[in-house]
């Protein structure tokens, strides 16, 4: 019997935006399956129905399992999947984009290609995260010293707000529980905001490893995404978890960020932050003409840099 996919693969306009969607859903110890359009997470206490149009991202924890069926149905929605270890510490993500066009991407890579432009969009992102300060002719190295002391002052003042001690930020890459309540909010609030970002980039069609702050990774504009909110939802979050007690700090930590950013509508700041920051509203007319998302564009390059219409033969028509 063949296994092929009798369904036809669905057009942007028939996919929820992914500023619509909800911001993550964390499951484990479960069995990760597909009933129609919807997954189904089957745990001791039963089946869970959910709607695999309406995720963002999904966090695979601990004890789960997940079928093909059910990650097909996934890839199609658009939907991020991350695997995450104990309290969070791995990352792993997946996904196809909610777009058919290239236009943000070649925009990323334009900007990202030139060292001008490049330093450019980093001092934008600075001045996102800290509208107070011009980061206007600063350096590289002038911008990474003031995130510093940024997020050092808002490590204090979540402290001072929260009355949760702060000495230093402390990540153990591999001893989790080595880090004090705080600490290990913040962790998990990472790695959330980690999937969040991730799922956005990816539903945009950009690329995750051209990044303008971070650099050398293979998420590294998915780092230089997530950072943007930083000091305003992910370390309020950690610290509002670790006030509550030290117990289950991760669990909580999660859920006080998700209420953020559906309280924020992040989904959607997001996607509109990331075409500021590319100018995407400012593309040239060439790369307007082929910048619908709703419909399968495929233009060939031309030297003199025109795009023509793909799906002809040029042989004995002039090219221009």
């Known amino acids: 019997m063949s296994t092929v996919g009798k369904r036809s693969l669905s057009s942007p306009r028939e996919l929820t935006r992914v500023g619509d969607r909800i911001s993550f859903l964390y499951l484990e110890r479960c069995t990760v399956h597909r009933d129609d359009n919807a997954i189904t997470a089957t745990d001791a206490d039963g089946v869970t129905h959910i709607p695999s149009a309406t995720l963002g991202t999904l966090l695979l924890g601990p004890g789960t399992r997940v079928t093909h069926q059910a990650m097909a149905l996934l890839g199609e929605s658009g939907a ?39 330093v450019e969009v980093a001092r934008a992102m600075y001045r996102m995260r800290f509208p107070d300060e011009d980061p206007a002719g600063r350096t590289r190295d002038e911008l990474l010293r003031m995130e510093g002391r940024r997020v050092k002052e808002c490590y204090r003042r979540e402290s001072a707000r929260t009355g949760v001690p702060w000495v230093r930020r402390d990540y153990h890459r591999n001893d989790f529980s080595a880090g004090d309540a705080p ?26 490893g051209l990044g303008f702050v971070h650099s050398g990774h293979e998420r590294s504009f998915v780092l230089d995404i997530a950072d943007l909110y930083k000091t305003e939802i992910a370390i309020p979050a950690a610290f509002d978890a670790a006030a509550a007690g030290e117990d289950d700090v991760p669990t909580r930590t999660r ?12 989904l959607e700041r997001c996607a509109d932050d990331i075409k500021k920051l590319l100018r995407y509203p400012q593309l040239t007319a060439k790369q307007a003409a082929f910048s619908d998302e709703d419909a399968d564009k495929v233009g060939l390059q031309t030297d003199s840099g025109h795009l023509l219409a793909g799906g002809r033969n040029y042989g004995d028509e002039p090219i221009w």
């Open 80 to 118: 991020a999947v991350i695997w995450v270890g104990e309290h969070g510490v791995r990352f792993y993500s997946g996904g196809r984009a909610l777009t058919r066009s290239s236009g943000l991407l070649e925009a990323q890579a334009t900007a990202w290609a030139n060292r001008r432009t490049r």
């Open 183 to 208: 600490n290990q909010g913040i962790t998990a609030a990472a790695q959330c905001m980690y999937g969040v970002a991730h799922a956005v980039v990816a539903a945009l069609g950009c690329s995750p």
């Open 255 to 266: 859920r006080a960020l998700r209420d953020r950013i559906n309280e924020t509508g992040l």
